[in-house]
């Protein structure tokens, strides 16, 4: 049986545990379940906001792709991923990774792909807002990210 994906792209923000519990229900052979939430930070006060560009139609479709291939490499149950755009405040959530699998050794493995993934990959652009400066520079990936993606190459 193909793992169930949830795929979204929006602009409101998620509540993870509401999430993980319409992922799961009804599935009785899930025995792991691993979930990763994205924050925005405030950069020791620094940032006022980020501001997250997609391109849409184009963000899913290559994040679903990503869990599509999660799901070849581990044997999961089901696969959630959330992103966000737009403004989003310090302290709210910004990105929402659930996988579930009979066991947490494949969730943990396919969680941290798809979010190495996200990190590195995904087409989103981000703005840093700076307290009291407006609009400042875009944010890339850091190297430490395109490291820890890496090892999934091959």
């Known amino acids: 049986m193909a793992a ?3 795929v979204r792209v929006q602009t409101e923000g998620f509540d993870a545990a509401e999430e ?13 379940l691993v979930s990763f939430t994205g924050l925005c930070r405030d950069e020791g006060g620094a940032l006022a906001a980020l501001e997250i560009e997609h ?9 679903h792709r990503a869990a599509l ?3 070849s490499r581990w044997p999961l149950e089901a696969v959630l991923a959330v992103h966000r755009y737009g403004l989003i405040l310090p302290g709210e959530g910004i990105v929402l990774v ?8 494949e ?12 990190k ?4 989103f652009w981000k703005k840093r807002h700076l307290a009291g400066k407006g609009a400042g520079d875009w944010v890339e990936a850091k190297p430490q990210d395109h490291a820890a993606a890496r090892k999934w190459r091959g």
């Open 120 to 123: 590195t990959e995904a087409p």
């Open 69 to 71: 291939v999660a799901a």
């Open 20 to 32: 993980a519990a319409r992922l799961t229900q009804g599935c009785t052979n899930i025995g792991a």
């Open 55 to 63: 391109y849409p139609g184009m963000a899913e479709a290559e994040i």
């Open 107 to 118: 969730a943990f493995a396919a969680a941290s792909f798809l979010m190495d993934y996200l």
């Open 4 to 6: 169930r994906l949830v």
């Open 98 to 105: 659930i996988t579930a699998s009979q066991h947490r050794t």
